[in-house]
C-alpha cells in the first residue's frame, strides 16, 4: 500500500511559532515573493501568467487563512452541516471572485497595477476549471458561493475530474472535440489532502451479509476553499481524485511486462479522468457507475468520520447532517448508507433506514427521459453487489408497504379483461404464467422495473429510489415541480404529497452582475445609494422610480455600449468576424439539444435573410440590424445536435459574405463556450433566446443570468421564463408559443398538422435548396417538417409564426430606445428574487434544516 488512510494524530504548535495576521507583509511584498520562489523567475519582468500565479498563490494564503478559521469554528460549535452530492461543479475563474469576495480588491487591485497588468488581464490566464456540463453544475457552483455568503455550514462534494468539459473546436463547420488540460499550470485554488484517502471497493461477493470487493481504489482528497461575500466565513468543495492501492508492480516490470506493471495505476485513473465517459460501451456504462459510487462512497465515509469524532450515537446523524442528492448521479448515497450503517457501524436495518430517510433529499433537474438514469440491475449485482441485495430489499419491502392499499384498489377494479384487451393476447402471451393483478398494480412503484425496450432485462430506477429513499423531492422551478408530480412521480406524489416541493433556481450576483457587468454595478451603486444590493438582491427594486429618467436611461445604455464592444471584441478575436456595434446583440447560449431548439432560432434567422434579400434598397433601410450570436457545446454522441451547429456555422458563412445584406443580419458562432465567456457575453447581450417547447426547460439558469444584466427575453413560458415574466411583467417580454398543457395533445396531432404559413416553406426549400451541399440539412428538415418520418417531437412548426411575430415585436421595440431602455432597468430591477441567496436561504429552511453559523468579525 503506498496510502494509508492515517489521519495521524497532531501535535500541538507553540505558540510562538504560530503566524498572527497582523504581520503578514502587504500584498505587493508577497506577490513578489511567490514570483521569486513559488513560480521562480526574476520578477524584473513577468509574463502575465507569471504574474497571475503569484498572485494567485498570495490570494491563495488569505483564503486559507480564512477557511482554516471558518473549519476551526465550525468543529467547535458543531451546527448541522449541509452536504451538496454533485457529479458536476461548473466553478469556471476563481481569481476575481475570489479577491472582491474577500474585499481584497483595492489592496491588490494596486499591486496588481504597479505589476503592469490589470485584474481582468490576470485573471484572463487562469483555465477555467469546467468540471460540468451545463445547467446542473453551475447551479451547484451558484450555490455553493450563496451557502457561503448566508454562513451556511456546508460542503460540496464531487470528483477531481483530470479532465474537464472537453474543448469544442469548429472543423469545416463541425464541433470538434479535444481534451480539457485544466490542470496543466498548476492549480492555486486547491489543497490537496493526500492523507485523507478512503478505500472504495466494487466487484466481489457478498460472504456472510458483508461485502468483499474484489478491487479497490483510494479517494484522495482536495479541497476548494469557497469564499463567501460580505462574511468571513469560507466554505469548502472537496473532490476526490482516484488513486490506485498500488501504484506499480516490480515483479512485473522487471517480467518485462510493462504494461501489466501499471495497469492498476491506469485503471484507477480512468475513473476520475473525464466527466460522463460516453457510455455507448459496457466499459463505459461501468465506468460512470464506477465514479457515482466513488464520490458518493468517499464523502458518506469522510462524513460519517467527523461525526463519529464527536458523536457515539449515529442516530443523531440526521439532525448533524444533510446530503442533497443533485439530481440522479449521487442516488447510490442512499444504497451506501444503508450499507454503512448497517455492516460498518452495526446498525439494524429499520433503525438505518430511519436515518437514511431522515438524512438524504433528492433535486430533480429533467423531465427528458434519457436523463433519468435507470442501471441495468445486471451492471449493478456486478460492480456492487451488495448495493444490489439492499436495493432488492428496500423495494420489496416497499412494496410490501403498499401491497395492502393496492390490494383492496385492485379488488375494486373489474376482475376481467376488457374485451378488446383480451382479444388482442397473443398465443405467446397466453402461454406466460398469470400475472398476479396486486403484483402488477405494484410495478409502477416498483425501483427494480422491466425494460420496456428489451425482454427480460431489469434496471434500477434510480429516481424513484431517491424519492423512496429520502426525505423530500424538488423540482427547480414552479412549472417543473408541478409537471413532475403529474408525470415522472406520479404515483410517489399521491402516496405522500408532503414530501414534493419547489425550489426555484438562482445564480449568483456576485459573478454574474457585480463582478462581470463592473459598469453596471457602479451605476446601480451610486443609484441606490450602496451596494447592499448585492448581498440583498431585494434592493435592486429601487431602481424602478429611476426606469422613466431619461438622463438616466442614456448611462444605462451608454455602459451597455460599452459592454457590446467587448463582445464585440471577443467575437473578433475567436472568430475572426467583425459585428458592429449598433445592431441589436440577439444571444443564445445554452447546450445544444433539440428541445432548446437552436434551430428554430436559425430558421427565423433564414427568414429574415431571405426578407432581406426580397426588399428593396429603400426597404432595406428600415430593418434593424441584427447579429445573432449562439454558443454551446453538443454531446459527443448527438447527432443531431451535432448538425445543428452545422446549420449555424453554414448560415454565418452564407449571410456574413453576403454584400446584400451588409451590416444588416450577422450569424456568429462563438466556439467553446464556457463560464468565462458567459461572463463577457451576458453583460453585452440585448436580447436573449430561451425558447424551448414549453414544458421541456426545467429552469434555466441563463435567462436569469440575462435578467441580471438587463437583456430582455424572448421566451416560450417554460421553467423559470414563467417567474421571470410574473416579476418584469409578461407585457415586458417577448412570449410566444404552445402553452405546456396543450403539449401531449400537440404532438398527437402533428401527424396531420401542416404548418399554415408561406414563410415556413421557403426557410424548408432553402435549408434543402442548392445554397448547401446537396441533402446536408436533409435529415434536420424531416425531423420537423416530413411527417411520414418524424413527428417534430419539439413542436417547431406549432410554434414558427407566432416566434416570427415576437421576432418582429423586438424590432419594433428597439427602435424606440428609450423604451427599449426602460425595459431593460425593469428587468434588473425585477431580478432580485433570482439571487441564488434567496433559493439556498429556502433550502436551509423548508429542506436542510441547516442554521447560519457566522464566524465571528474579531
Ligand atoms: C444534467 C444532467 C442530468 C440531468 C440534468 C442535467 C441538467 O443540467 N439539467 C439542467 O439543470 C438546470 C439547473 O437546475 C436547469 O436550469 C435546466 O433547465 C436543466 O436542463
Known amino acids: 500500500d503506498t496510502k494509508k488512510k492515517t489521519n495521524g494524530k497532531a501535535k500541538p504548535v507553540p505558540m510562538e511559532l504560530i503566524r498572527v495576521d497582523q504581520q503578514k507583509a502587504a500584498a505587493e511584498t508577497e506577490i513578489l515573493r511567490k514570483i521569486a520562489y513559488q513560480v521562480g523567475v526574476d520578477a524584473e519582468s513577468v509574463t502575465a501568467q507569471q504574474a497571475y500565479q503569484g498572485v494567485a498563490w498570495t490570494v491563495r494564503e488569505r483564503l486559507i487563512d480564512?477557511?482554516?478559521?471558518?473549519?476551526?469554528?465550525?468543529?467547535?460549535?458543531?451546527?448541522?452541516?449541509?452536504?451538496y452530492l454533485s457529479a458536476e461543479f461548473l466553478m469556471g475563474r476563481t481569481l476575481t471572485n475570489a479577491v472582491n469576495n474577500l474585499g481584497l480588491e483595492g489592496e491588490f487591485g494596486e499591486a496588481i497595477r504597479k505589476l503592469g497588468y490589470s485584474l481582468e488581464e490576470l485573471q484572463s490566464q487562469e483555465q477555467n476549471a469546467s468540471l460540468g456540463n451545463g445547467g446542473l453544475g453551475r447551479l451547484a457552483a451558484c450555490f455553493l458561493d450563496s451557502i457561503a455568503t448566508l454562513s451556511l455550514p456546508g460542503w460540496g462534494y464531487g470528483i477531481r475530474y483530470r479532465y474537464g468539459m472537453f474543448r469544442q473546436g469548429l472543423e469545416n463547420g463541425y464541433q470538434s472535440e479535444s481534451p480539457d488540460y485544466w490542470l496543466t499550470n498548476g492549480n492555486p485554488w486547491e489543497i490537496p489532502r493526500r492523507e485523507l484517502a478512503y478505500k472504495i471497493g466494487f466487484y466481489g461477493s457478498v460472504q456472510q451479509g458483508k461485502w468483499v470487493p474484489d478491487e479497490q481504489v483510494y479517494a484522495v482528497a482536495y479541497d476548494n476553499p469557497i469564499p463567501g461575500y460580505g462574511t468571513k466565513t469560507v466554505g469548502n468543495l472537496r473532490l476526490f481524485d482516484c488513486q490506485p492501492m498500488s501504484e506499480f508492480k516490480l515483479a512485473s516490470f522487471n517480467e518485462g511486462k510493462y504494461s501489466e506493471a501499471t495497469d492498476a495505476k491506469r485503471k484507477a485513473e480512468d475513473i476520475s479522468a473525464v466527466l460522463y465517459p460516453n457510455d455507448a460501451t459496457e466499459y463505459g456504462r461501468e465506468l460512470r457507475l464506477k465514479q457515482q459510487i466513488f464520490f458518493v462512497s468517499a464523502a458518506i465515509q469522510d462524513t460519517l468520520a467527523r461525526f463519529k469524532k464527536t458523536h457515539k450515537d449515529m442516530k443523531e446523524l440526521p439532525s448533524k447532517a444533510c446530503f442533497q442528492m443533485n439530481d440522479t448521479h449521487p442516488t447510490i448515497a442512499v444504497a451506501e448508507l444503508m450499507r454503512?450503517?448497517?455492516?460498518?457501524?452495526?446498525?439494524?436495518?429499520?433503525?438505518?433506514?430511519d436515518i437514511t430517510t431522515k438524512s438524504l433529499a433528492f433535486t430533480n433537474h429533467t423531465v427528458m427521459p434519457e436523463a433519468l438514469e435507470k442501471w441495468p440491475v445486471k451492471v449493478m449485482a456486478k460492480l456492487l453487489p451488495r448495493h444490489m441485495e439492499i436495493i432488492e430489499k428496500i423495494d420489496s419491502i416497499?412494496?410490501?408497504?403498499?401491497?395492502?392499499?393496492?390490494?383492496?384498489?385492485?379488488?375494486?377494479?373489474?376482475?376481467?379483461?376488457?374485451?378488446?384487451?383480451?382479444?388482442?393476447?397473443?398465443?405467446?402471451?397466453?402461454?406466460e404464467p398469470p400475472v398476479d393483478p396486486v403484483e402488477a398494480a405494484l410495478a409502477k412503484y416498483s425501483i427494480i422495473t422491466e425494460n420496456p425496450w428489451e425482454k427480460g432485462v431489469k434496471l434500477v430506477n434510480m429516481a424513484f429510489m431517491a424519492t423512496i429513499g429520502s426525505k423530500s423531492t424538488n423540482g427547480v422551478a414552479a412549472i417543473h415541480s408541478e409537471i413532475i408530480k403529474e408525470t415522472i412521480f406520479k404515483d410517489f406524489y399521491e402516496l405522500s404529497p408532503e414530501k414534493f416541493q419547489n425550489k426555484t433556481n438562482g445564480v449568483t450576483p456576485r459573478r454574474w452582475l457585480a463582478y462581470c457587468n463592473p459598469g453596471l454595478s457602479k451605476l446601480i451603486t451610486k443609484t441606490l445609494g450602496s451596494d447592499e444590493w448585492i448581498s440583498k438582491t431585494d434592493q435592486l427594486t429601487g431602481l424602478k422610480q429611476h426606469a422613466d429618467d431619461k438622463a438616466f436611461q442614456k448611462q444605462w445604455r451608454s455602459i451597455k455600449l460599452e459592454n457590446k464592444q467587448r463582445l464585440a471584441d471577443l467575437i473578433k478575436s475567436k472568430t475572426g468576424i467583425s459585428v458592429p456595434t449598433n445592431a441589436l446583440y440577439d444571444v443564445q447560449i445554452k447546450r445544444i439539444h433539440?428541445?432548446?431548439?437552436?434551430?428554430?432560432?436559425?430558421?427565423?434567422?433564414?427568414?429574415?435573410?431571405?426578407?432581406?434579400?426580397?426588399?428593396?434598397?429603400?426597404?432595406?433601410?428600415?430593418?434593424v440590424p441584427r447579429v445573432v450570436i449562439?454558443?454551446?457545446?453538443?454531446?459527443?454522441?448527438?447527432?443531431?445536435?451535432?448538425?445543428?451547429?452545422?446549420?449555424?456555422?453554414?448560415?454565418?458563412?452564407?449571410?456574413?459574405?453576403?454584400?446584400?445584406?451588409?451590416?444588416?443580419?450577422?450569424?456568429?458562432?462563438?466556439?467553446?463556450?464556457?463560464?468565462?465567456?458567459?461572463?463577457?457575453?451576458?453583460?453585452?447581450?440585448?436580447?436573449?433566446?430561451?425558447?424551448?417547447?414549453?414544458?421541456?426547460?426545467?429552469?434555466?439558469?441563463?435567462?436569469?443570468?440575462?435578467?441580471?444584466?438587463?437583456?430582455?427575453?424572448?421566451?416560450t413560458m417554460d421553467g423559470a421564463n414563467i417567474e421571470i415574466a410574473q416579476e418584469s411583467g409578461k407585457e415586458n417580454m417577448f412570449v410566444f408559443g404552445v402553452d405546456a398543457k396543450d403539449i401531449g395533445r400537440l404532438r398527437e396531432e402533428r401527424k396531420n398538422f401542416k404548418?399554415?404559413?408561406?414563410?415556413?416553406?421557403?426557410?424548408?426549400?432553402?435549408?434543402?435548396?442548392?445554397?448547401?451541399?446537396?441533402?446536408?440539412?436533409?435529415?434536420?428538415?424531416?425531423?420537423?417538417?416530413?411527417?411520414?418520418?418524424?413527428?417534430?417531437?419539439?413542436?417547431?412548426?406549432?410554434?414558427?409564426?407566432?416566434?416570427?411575430?415576437?421576432?418582429?415585436?423586438?424590432?419594433?421595440?428597439?427602435?424606440d430606445q428609450d423604451a427599449w431602455t426602460k425595459r431593460s432597468i425593469l428587468y434588473t430591477a425585477s431580478s432580485g428574487f433570482f439571487s441564488s441567496d434567496r433559493c439556498i436561504d429556502q433550502y436551509a429552511k423548508e429542506i436542510w434544516d441547516v442554521k447560519p453559523c457566522p464566524v465571528p468579525s474579531s
Open 630 to 715: 449562439i454558443g454551446g457545446k453538443a454531446a459527443s454522441a448527438y447527432v443531431m445536435a451535432k448538425k445543428m451547429i452545422k446549420l449555424v456555422t453554414s448560415l454565418g458563412d452564407v449571410i456574413n459574405n453576403d454584400p446584400e445584406v451588409s451590416d444588416l443580419l450577422k450569424v456568429v458562432f462563438i466556439p467553446d463556450y464556457n463560464v468565462s465567456l458567459a461572463e463577457t457575453i451576458i453583460p453585452g447581450a440585448e436580447v436573449s433566446q430561451h425558447i424551448s417547447t414549453a414544458g421541456t426547460e426545467a429552469s434555466g439558469t441563463s435567462n436569469m443570468k440575462f435578467q441580471m444584466n438587463g437583456c430582455l427575453i424572448i421566451g
Open 340 to 353: 454503512l450503517l448497517i455492516d460498518q457501524e452495526g446498525l439494524k436495518w429499520d433503525a438505518a433506514w
Open 398 to 431: 416497499w412494496k410490501d408497504s403498499l401491497r395492502a392499499k393496492v390490494t383492496s384498489e385492485v379488488g375494486s377494479q373489474p376482475k376481467q379483461a376488457a374485451p378488446e384487451k383480451a382479444a388482442e393476447a397473443t398465443k405467446e402471451a397466453a402461454a
Open 66 to 83: 480564512a477557511f482554516n478559521k471558518t473549519q476551526a469554528y465550525w468543529r467547535e460549535k458543531d451546527p448541522k452541516f449541509i452536504y
Open 755 to 815: 404548418v399554415n404559413d408561406p414563410r415556413w416553406e421557403k426557410v424548408m426549400s432553402f435549408l434543402t435548396g442548392n445554397t448547401f451541399e446537396q441533402g446536408l440539412f436533409q435529415d434536420l428538415v424531416d425531423n420537423v417538417n416530413d411527417m411520414s418520418k418524424a413527428n417534430d417531437w419539439f413542436l417547431l412548426g406549432n410554434d414558427f409564426t407566432d416566434y416570427l411575430r415576437a421576432q418582429d415585436e423586438i424590432d419594433v421595440l428597439y427602435k
Open 594 to 623: 433539440e428541445y432548446k431548439r437552436q434551430h428554430l432560432n436559425m430558421f427565423s434567422v433564414v427568414n429574415r435573410y431571405l426578407e432581406i434579400k426580397a426588399a428593396s434598397p429603400e426597404e432595406r433601410k428600415k430593418f
